[in-house]
């Protein structure tokens, strides 16, 4: 569980998806092999050792937290202000998740194409958030009321959608 957040923490999430997107073991991709929905006690699925463990399940809060951006400020706790800062990784070309916070649905949804990296936000009523994008050239061709200084949008709630070149 704490080599992934090291290791997304100091900016190595290349790294993470290079260790999680492979067919071999030990790797997560070596179980879905075996079409497995929960992880195994071992790496080795065919072992035959117990098929239903947590082990190592916080990929999915690198999911969220990393490759779709999501992240609470500890500044405002319970999301009242959300970080959104996506990491596009290896050759994904996109990701879409939302997260049900007690003020409503954040969502991000991104997508790279043609040279450009898009992104959605949604922000629910009554929060604010601040959008770290992968690149200074940024253009807003969604959203009213965005303060953006090179690659950082501080936004209300609403929709919102970013290109960067």
Request: charge should be neutral.
């Amino acid at each position: 569980r704490f080599l992934f957040r090291v290791l997304a923490d100091n900016g190595l999430n290349e790294l993470m998806y290079k260790m999680t997107n492979h067919y071999d073991a030990p790797g997560y991709g070596f179980q879905l092999k075996y079409g497995l929905t929960t992880l195994t006690e071992q790496w080795d699925p065919s072992t035959g050792n117990s098929w239903n463990h947590f082990m190592m399940g916080q990929i999915e809060e690198w999911f969220y937290r990393s490759v779709a951006g999501i992240q609470p400020d500890i500044k405002q706790p319970g999301f009242k202000h959300t970080i959104i800062a996506p990491q596009p990784v290896g050759d994904l070309t996109y990701a879409k998740a939302s997260y049900a916070s007690v003020y409503g649905p954040i969502k991000v949804d991104w997508k790279k194409e043609n040279g450009q990296f898009r992104l959605k936000v949604s922000v629910p009523a009554n929060t604010t958030a601040t959008v770290i994008l992968p690149s200074d050239k940024v253009t807003v061709s969604q959203g009213e009321g965005v303060s953006l200084k090179r690659n950082k949008a501080e936004i209300g709630s609403g929709d919102y959608e970013f290109v960067c070149e």
